[in-house]
Protein backbone atom coordinates (compact mmCIF):
# COMPACT_ATOMS: atom_id res chain seq x y z
CA UNK A 1 0.00 0.00 0.00
CA UNK A 2 1.39 3.69 -0.80
CA UNK A 3 1.30 6.08 1.36
CA UNK A 4 1.96 9.84 0.61
CA UNK A 5 5.29 11.12 1.19
CA UNK A 6 5.02 14.99 3.18
CA UNK A 7 5.55 17.88 1.08
CA UNK A 8 8.52 19.93 2.49
CA UNK A 9 6.14 22.36 3.95
CA UNK A 10 3.79 19.79 5.30
CA UNK A 11 7.80 18.13 7.14
CA UNK A 12 8.25 21.39 8.56
CA UNK A 13 4.73 22.21 10.22
CA UNK A 14 4.42 19.10 11.64
CA UNK A 15 7.95 19.23 12.75
CA UNK A 16 6.85 22.42 14.81
CA UNK A 17 4.53 20.33 16.47
CA UNK A 18 6.89 18.03 17.80
CA UNK A 19 8.82 18.24 20.88
CA UNK A 20 12.71 17.50 20.74
CA UNK A 21 11.90 15.29 17.46
CA UNK A 22 14.98 15.94 15.09
CA UNK A 23 15.18 14.88 11.04
CA UNK A 24 17.26 12.30 9.82
CA UNK A 25 18.63 10.84 7.15
CA UNK A 26 18.49 13.35 4.39
CA UNK A 27 14.73 14.43 5.91
CA UNK A 28 13.71 11.00 4.92
CA UNK A 29 13.08 10.62 8.64
CA UNK A 30 12.75 12.09 12.23
CA UNK A 31 14.68 10.78 15.63
CA UNK A 32 14.68 10.95 19.35
CA UNK A 33 16.54 10.22 22.25
CA UNK A 34 14.74 9.15 24.95
CA UNK A 35 16.76 8.88 28.27
CA UNK A 36 15.42 7.24 31.61
CA UNK A 37 16.45 6.68 35.05
CA UNK A 38 17.35 2.89 34.50
CA UNK A 39 16.48 -0.11 32.18
CA UNK A 40 13.26 -1.23 33.70
CA UNK A 41 12.01 2.16 32.74
CA UNK A 42 13.34 2.44 29.69
CA UNK A 43 12.11 -0.76 28.94
CA UNK A 44 8.81 -0.45 30.42
CA UNK A 45 8.57 2.91 27.96
CA UNK A 46 9.08 0.81 25.21
CA UNK A 47 6.83 -1.84 26.10
CA UNK A 48 4.17 1.16 25.96
CA UNK A 49 5.96 2.34 22.17
CA UNK A 50 5.15 -1.13 20.89
CA UNK A 51 1.62 -1.30 21.87
CA UNK A 52 0.94 1.79 20.24
CA UNK A 53 3.10 1.16 17.08
CA UNK A 54 0.95 -2.23 16.38
CA UNK A 55 -1.87 -0.58 17.40
CA UNK A 56 -1.42 2.16 14.70
CA UNK A 57 0.16 -0.79 12.06
CA UNK A 58 3.55 1.51 11.99
CA UNK A 59 6.75 0.47 13.88
CA UNK A 60 9.67 1.95 14.96
CA UNK A 61 13.01 1.13 14.20
CA UNK A 62 15.16 1.66 17.63
CA UNK A 63 18.07 0.80 19.65
CA UNK A 64 18.17 0.53 23.37
CA UNK A 65 21.30 0.50 25.65
CA UNK A 66 20.59 0.49 29.49
CA UNK A 67 18.32 3.69 30.03
CA UNK A 68 18.48 5.01 26.42
CA UNK A 69 16.51 4.71 24.13
CA UNK A 70 16.27 6.01 20.32
CA UNK A 71 13.86 6.06 17.59
CA UNK A 72 13.86 6.59 14.39
CA UNK A 73 10.97 6.56 12.27
CA UNK A 74 10.27 6.78 8.72
CA UNK A 75 7.68 5.12 6.58
CA UNK A 76 9.24 2.89 3.59
CA UNK A 77 6.18 2.51 1.65
CA UNK A 78 6.30 6.59 1.34
CA UNK A 79 9.98 6.42 0.80
CA UNK A 80 10.09 9.17 3.28
CA UNK A 81 8.39 10.65 6.32
CA UNK A 82 4.60 10.39 6.28
CA UNK A 83 1.62 11.52 8.37
CA UNK A 84 2.33 7.78 10.19
CA UNK A 85 5.09 9.19 11.21
CA UNK A 86 3.85 11.85 12.81
CA UNK A 87 0.88 10.47 14.48
CA UNK A 88 3.22 7.91 16.08
CA UNK A 89 5.90 10.56 17.57
CA UNK A 90 2.57 12.54 18.63
CA UNK A 91 1.14 9.27 20.83
CA UNK A 92 4.82 8.51 21.75
CA UNK A 93 4.84 12.51 23.25
CA UNK A 94 1.78 11.40 25.02
CA UNK A 95 3.71 8.72 26.66
CA UNK A 96 5.82 11.25 28.76
CA UNK B 1 32.85 -3.07 39.40
CA UNK B 2 35.16 -4.67 37.98
CA UNK B 3 34.26 -7.24 35.86
CA UNK B 4 37.44 -10.29 34.41
CA UNK B 5 37.53 -9.93 30.60
CA UNK B 6 37.75 -13.45 29.59
CA UNK B 7 41.22 -14.65 27.44
CA UNK B 8 41.09 -15.44 23.94
CA UNK B 9 41.18 -19.02 24.66
CA UNK B 10 38.40 -18.83 26.87
CA UNK B 11 36.27 -16.55 24.13
CA UNK B 12 37.18 -18.99 21.82
CA UNK B 13 35.74 -21.81 23.84
CA UNK B 14 32.69 -19.80 24.77
CA UNK B 15 31.80 -19.49 21.12
CA UNK B 16 31.58 -23.28 20.54
CA UNK B 17 29.15 -23.73 23.02
CA UNK B 18 27.31 -20.55 21.25
CA UNK B 19 24.78 -21.02 18.55
CA UNK B 20 24.59 -18.52 15.67
CA UNK B 21 26.50 -15.63 17.98
CA UNK B 22 29.31 -14.25 16.17
CA UNK B 23 32.18 -11.75 17.07
CA UNK B 24 32.02 -7.75 16.95
CA UNK B 25 34.04 -4.65 17.24
CA UNK B 26 37.39 -6.47 17.11
CA UNK B 27 36.73 -9.23 19.53
CA UNK B 28 34.82 -6.94 22.19
CA UNK B 29 31.52 -8.10 21.55
CA UNK B 30 28.83 -11.55 20.45
CA UNK B 31 26.46 -10.43 18.28
CA UNK B 32 23.63 -12.40 16.68
CA UNK B 33 20.26 -11.54 14.49
CA UNK B 34 17.07 -12.87 15.23
CA UNK B 35 14.28 -13.01 12.84
CA UNK B 36 10.12 -13.42 13.56
CA UNK B 37 7.17 -13.43 11.78
CA UNK B 38 5.85 -9.99 12.62
CA UNK B 39 6.23 -7.22 15.29
CA UNK B 40 3.90 -8.77 17.73
CA UNK B 41 6.97 -12.15 18.22
CA UNK B 42 9.99 -9.98 17.85
CA UNK B 43 9.02 -7.55 20.80
CA UNK B 44 7.40 -10.48 22.74
CA UNK B 45 10.88 -11.97 22.49
CA UNK B 46 12.69 -8.86 23.38
CA UNK B 47 10.02 -8.83 26.42
CA UNK B 48 11.66 -12.14 27.58
CA UNK B 49 15.16 -10.77 26.96
CA UNK B 50 14.40 -7.83 29.06
CA UNK B 51 13.51 -9.43 32.20
CA UNK B 52 16.53 -12.14 31.95
CA UNK B 53 18.61 -8.92 31.42
CA UNK B 54 17.46 -7.15 34.34
CA UNK B 55 17.35 -10.29 36.54
CA UNK B 56 21.17 -11.13 35.69
CA UNK B 57 22.24 -7.56 35.83
CA UNK B 58 23.45 -7.11 32.37
CA UNK B 59 22.47 -5.55 28.92
CA UNK B 60 22.14 -5.97 25.74
CA UNK B 61 22.48 -2.97 23.65
CA UNK B 62 20.08 -4.16 20.68
CA UNK B 63 18.27 -3.04 17.91
CA UNK B 64 14.60 -3.84 16.53
CA UNK B 65 12.68 -3.51 13.22
CA UNK B 66 9.84 -4.52 12.82
CA UNK B 67 10.36 -8.58 12.90
CA UNK B 68 14.30 -8.29 13.20
CA UNK B 69 16.03 -7.92 16.64
CA UNK B 70 19.79 -7.35 16.61
CA UNK B 71 21.46 -8.38 19.95
CA UNK B 72 24.99 -6.88 20.68
CA UNK B 73 26.44 -8.32 24.16
CA UNK B 74 29.56 -6.72 25.64
CA UNK B 75 30.79 -5.92 29.26
CA UNK B 76 31.85 -2.10 29.41
CA UNK B 77 33.31 -2.88 32.92
CA UNK B 78 35.83 -5.54 31.29
CA UNK B 79 36.11 -3.35 28.17
CA UNK B 80 35.51 -6.46 26.65
CA UNK B 81 33.95 -9.55 26.81
CA UNK B 82 33.02 -11.34 29.89
CA UNK B 83 31.43 -14.46 31.50
CA UNK B 84 28.37 -11.75 31.94
CA UNK B 85 27.91 -12.74 28.51
CA UNK B 86 27.79 -15.78 27.52
CA UNK B 87 25.96 -16.54 30.21
CA UNK B 88 23.00 -13.55 29.05
CA UNK B 89 23.83 -15.14 25.33
CA UNK B 90 22.93 -18.92 26.88
CA UNK B 91 19.57 -17.48 28.84
CA UNK B 92 18.27 -16.03 25.44
CA UNK B 93 19.60 -19.44 23.15
CA UNK B 94 16.89 -20.71 25.70
CA UNK B 95 14.42 -18.85 25.31
CA UNK B 96 13.50 -19.92 21.79
Known amino acids: ?5 L ?5 DDALI ?29 MTSVAILAEKQDHHPEWFNVYNRVEITLTTHDADGLSQRDIKLAKAIEELL
Do not use: H, P, Y
Open 1 to 5: MSVAK
Open 7 to 11: TEAER
Open 17 to 45: QLDGWTLGRDGAAIERTFKFANFVEAFGF
